[in-house]
């Protein structure tokens, strides 16, 4: 009895993230996993599109901590990155108020694509998903950017926003990913994950 227990409480994977959310969506779906964030370098390489910047950093995030893994601690490890994208321009998080409020009122009235990828390393190799959606803005006026900067939501958001958040108030519509937008897309992380023998039904049942 006490092996099985073991067994139902031993995480799955490990997730190279420290954002709620992430960890919030694979509870989601029912994956057993333990967070383990890692800090790599972010800075958006010469030339990089968003992309093949999202993708590069996921894989970067899994396979540094699944470098450092060794023994019995070796389990799959998740990582993934998402980006704001308008007109190639790639969106971070917001340094401060003021630029915050730079990219909320280029968003302003504008169609735009948040990139996800997720990537995944085990004893198979490491394998990356790209999810892309669209997110259309209404015209936001400068005081309910200020407003919503004050809320504290955008501070460590890419796009400087969240769309399970207060800033639903802002999105005409939505295209693609909900899940992606908000930072892991449900999808393609359970085409990752089951190629190395997750199944739905196991998490079901």
Request: charged letters at 25%; one cysteine or more; aromatic letters at 6%.
């Amino acid at each position: 009895m006490l092996q099985v227990m073991e067994s139902l409480s031993k995480p799955l994977i490990y997730l190279a993230s420290a954002s709620p959310r992430r960890s919030a969506l694979l509870a989601q779906i029912g994956v057993r996993h333990a967070v383990r964030p890692v800090e790599v370098d972010e800075a958006i390489g010469a030339g990089e599109s968003p992309a093949d910047y999202v993708a590069r950093l996921a894989a970067h995030k899994a396979q540094t901590l699944w470098s450092r893994l060794a023994g019995d601690e070796r389990l799959p490890v998740l990582g993934a990155d998402t980006s704001v994208a308008l007109a190639d321009e790639i969106m971070g998080k917001p340094r401060d108020e003021t630029d915050a409020a730079r990219m909320l009122e280029r968003l302003s009235s504008r169609t735009h694509q948040v990139y996800t990828a997720v990537a995944l390393c085990s004893e198979r190799g490491c394998a990356t998903q790209l999810s892309v959606s669209e997110v259309s803005f209404r015209a936001l006026e400068r005081e309910e950017i200020r407003a919503y900067w004050r809320t504290g939501e955008p501070r460590d958001k890419a796009g400087a926003y969240a769309v399970q958040g207060l800033a639903a108030l802002f999105i005409e519509r939505i295209s693609g990913s909900f899940s992606g937008i908000m930072g892991l897309p449900l999808f393609e992380t359970g085409e990752l994950l089951r190629s190395i023998g997750w199944r739905f039904e196991s998490a079901a049942g």
